[in-house]
């Protein structure tokens, strides 16, 4: 079975602070990882994923995240942040079960940039 | 922005009720979803749809129901809400079912059961 653990419900920065939300994840299969935003009072948004190849993946806004197979991770990283940065995050793990392509979020982690 | 619209955006209802809330789109997508969003739970999945009256259960479905006639439209019922099921519900398409596929999703219907 696959599962998400986003360690952090809640993150407060200063803003051109940099920042981590931390993603570990579990699968006996291969993974496909993906981070989303969720900007408030609105649907969730695909920031970047992980597919294959490069363990490094570049997103929009200027997020970057790892994935690290030995350690089960997936961080998302951005060097400096913004107010308008200002969110809710989700991890999620794709795989395929019973006949649908099955997206595992986490938890969520609240990012909040202070000025 | 992907075309999906939820409606109602937001919706107080009583115990006991049905309630229906909608999806629609336009990117003529093979395969929605419906998701729910509550604290701490991250979103979870309640019923999908492969395609045209093609649907099945995900991991939070008992209490709700759904119905696609049309590939534009997938509606879900709550036949008698309850408590429990006061929530933010998320509609997702998406145009395959492989594994990479991301999903974009709706802005959302926030529903407040009295």
């Known amino acids: 079975a696959q599962s998400v653990t986003q360690l952090d419900s809640q993150v407060p920065v200063f803003e051109e602070a940099p920042v981590e939300l931390r993603c570990n994840y579990s699968s006996s299969v291969s993974v496909y990882l993906f981070w989303y935003v969720q900007y408030p009072n609105q649907g969730l948004q695909l920031l970047l994923k992980y597919l294959s190849g490069s363990t490094l993946v570049k997103g929009i806004n200027g997020f970057e995240a790892e994935f690290n197979k030995s350690q089960t991770s997936f961080h998302l990283r951005k060097p400096s942040v913004h107010i308008s940065d200002t969110a809710e995050y989700f991890c999620a793990v794709s795989g395929f079960s019973g006949g649908y392509n099955k997206l595992i979020f986490g938890a969520g982690t609240r990012l909040a940039v202070h000025p | ?114």
């Open chain 2, 1 to 114: 922005d992907a075309g999906i619209t939820q409606s109602p955006r937001h919706k107080v209802t009583e115990t006991g009720t049905p309630v229906t809330l909608r999806c629609h789109q336009t990117e003529n997508h093979r395969y929605m979803y419906w998701y729910r969003q509550d604290p701490g739970h991250g979103l979870r999945l309640i019923h999908y749809s492969y395609g045209v009256k093609d649907t099945d259960k995900g991991e939070v479905s008992d209490g709700y129901s759904v119905s696609r006639s049309k590939t534009e439209d997938f509606l879900l019922t709550l036949e008698s809400a309850t408590s429990s099921q006061t929530s933010v519900y998320f509609c997702a398409i998406s145009d395959t079912n492989d594994y990479n596929s991301p999903l974009h999703f709706g802005n959302g219907t926030r529903l407040t059961v009295t």
